[in-house]
């Protein structure tokens, strides 16, 4: 896989499920992202690490083509995002399911309406059809008995699991998950982490998981990459980002616990990299 950075051709551009390359934005005169790369293939999971306020969440909705780089460009699945029109853009977002940063229910509807929603609101399917998916992907996160529950029924854990059910009901080809594990017990946590590798193995869904969450960074990451401050300062594997020298990632693993929680080999200390949750210590 080419390296964040390296000129790339439009071929190479189409075998990646995500490819960013150079991308420049600033938000009112701040720059936000800044000469920002970065390549995730067909069927990966893609962890973004970085601070409160590097960019994460603006990286997700450059991919969502919510915003448009003042430069580069921003591919999904072979096609450019930053150069569509919204026409074109509704179509790409339908093959992509997005958890939103704390969830993001609608609290007047229940559990079962919450996951039909993008369903019905492409008004493409009849009424029969909706409930089977919306069963089926209540169903892939152990809620199916809470269809008919609003959401202030809810514990934490349970509204994450209902949003990365509406996330899957369309059947994407990729997943977006913003801070997937925030404010979740381990257990929890755990079990949605469970759930973004389910997904890629028995669906081959592609995934972009934004956190700093280090546990779940490492449970679920094929590519890890790290943003400081809208500068991307690595982009590899799990074992990279520990061996790293670059001072901010240091400082930001230093910080989270990293130096006491891992050990040499990139799997968090008494946690096992296959068996989620089993060896938990
Ligand atoms: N619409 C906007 N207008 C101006 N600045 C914005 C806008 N959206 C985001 N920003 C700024 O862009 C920077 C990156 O924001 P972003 O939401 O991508 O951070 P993040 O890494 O997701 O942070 P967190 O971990 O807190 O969610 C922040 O400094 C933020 O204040
Ligand atoms: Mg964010």
Redo the contacts with the bound molecule.
């Keep these: 896989m080419p390296e964040a950075g390296a000129g790339m051709t439009d071929s190479e551009a189409a075998s990646s499920m995500i490819h960013l390359e150079h991308v420049y934005l600033a938000?009112?005169d701040?720059p936000?992202l800044k000469d920002v790369s970065l390549d995730l293939n067909k069927g990966e999971t893609g962890v973004i690490l970085?601070s409160?306020?590097?960019?994460?969440?603006?990286i997700l909705r450059l991919l969502l083509g919510l915003y448009r780089p003042d430069s580069g460009r921003v591919f999904v699945n072979g096609d450019e995002v930053s150069a569509m029109g919204e026409d074109d853009l509704y179509r790409v977002r339908g093959m992509m399911g997005m958890v939103f940063?704390g969830g993001a229910l609608f609290d007047s509807l229940t559990v079962g309406e919450n996951v039909a929603y993008r369903l019905t609101e492409r008004d493409e399917l009849d009424d029969e059809e909706v409930e089977t998916r919306v069963r089926k992907s209540l169903g892939f996160v152990g809620l199916e008995d809470s269809i008919d529950l609003m959401p202030a029924e809810l514990s934490g854990g349970m509204k994450k699991r209902v949003a990365i059910a509406r996330g899957i009901a369309a059947s994407p080809k990729m997943m977006l998950y913003d801070?997937p594990t925030a404010g979740l017990d381990p257990i929890n946590s755990f079990n949605v982490i469970r759930l973004i590798k389910k997904l890629k193995e028995s669906e081959g869904v592609t995934s972009v998981v934004?956190t700093?969450d280090l546990v779940a960074a490492f449970e679920v990451a094929d590519r890890i990459a790290f943003i400081h401050e809208g500068e991307l300062v690595y982009v590899g594997d799990r074992d990279g980002v520990l061996a790293c020298r670059d001072t901010r990632v240091h400082e930001f693993l230093g910080r989270s616990g990293c130096v006491a929680l891992f050990s040499g080999n990139g799997a968090p200390a008494g946690y096992s990299m296959s068996g989620i949750g089993r060896d938990k210590v």
């Design positions: 938000l009112g701040a936000i970085g409160s306020g590097s960019g994460k969440t603006t940063q801070e934004v700093h």
